[in-house]
C-alpha cells in the first residue's frame, strides 16, 4: 500500500501562487506514477497533472496549462506541484493519488492510492 499526504493549501488572493506538496510512503517501488486531481463543491473529482515517477513525462489538463507544473523528487518521493496565475475558479479541495500500471490517464479510478486532500481557496 502507498501512504500519501498532501500539504501547502491554503487562502490566496486571485492571481498569487501556492506550492502544493505530496509526500509518498510505504510501498512506493509501486507506484509508477503521481496524479493531481481537485473537487470543487457540487462539482465531480477533476483531473489536473499527472507525472510518472521514471523519465518525468507530465500531463495537464487544459484549464492549468501554462500556469501550473507539476515536478518530482524521486529521492525524496515527493512531488510538487506550483500554482500561479491562480483564479477564483481554482479554488477546490486538491488530491494527490498513485497510480500502479503504466501510463498518465485523467480518469480518477485509474488511480489507486489517495491522500485526503488539501483544501485551496482563491479569492477574488
Known amino acids: 500500500q502507498v501512504h500519501m499526504v498532501e500539504s501547502g493549501g491554503g487562502l490566496v488572493q486571485a492571481g498569487g501562487s501556492l506550492r502544493l506538496s505530496c509526500a509518498a510512503s510505504?510501498?512506493?517501488?509501486?507506484?509508477?506514477?503521481i496524479g493531481w486531481f481537485r473537487q470543487a463543491p457540487g462539482k465531480e473529482r477533476e483531473f489536473v497533472a499527472a507525472?510518472?515517477?521514471?523519465?518525468?513525462?507530465?500531463y495537464y489538463a487544459d484549464s492549468v496549462k501554462g500556469r501550473f507544473t507539476i515536478s518530482s523528487d524521486n529521492a525524496k518521493n515527493t512531488v510538487t506541484l506550483q500554482m500561479n496565475s491562480l483564479a477564483p475558479e481554482d479554488t477546490a479541495i486538491y488530491y494527490c493519488?498513485?497510480?500502479?500500471?503504466?501510463?498518465?490517464?485523467?480518469?480518477?479510478?485509474?488511480?489507486?492510492?489517495w491522500g485526503q486532500g488539501t483544501q485551496v481557496t482563491v479569492s477574488a
Open positions: 493519488a498513485s497510480k500502479n500500471r503504466a501510463g498518465l490517464v485523467t480518469t480518477p479510478t485509474r488511480y489507486d492510492y
Open positions: 510505504g510501498r512506493t517501488v509501486s507506484s509508477v506514477a
Open positions: 507525472i510518472a515517477w521514471s523519465g518525468g513525462t507530465t
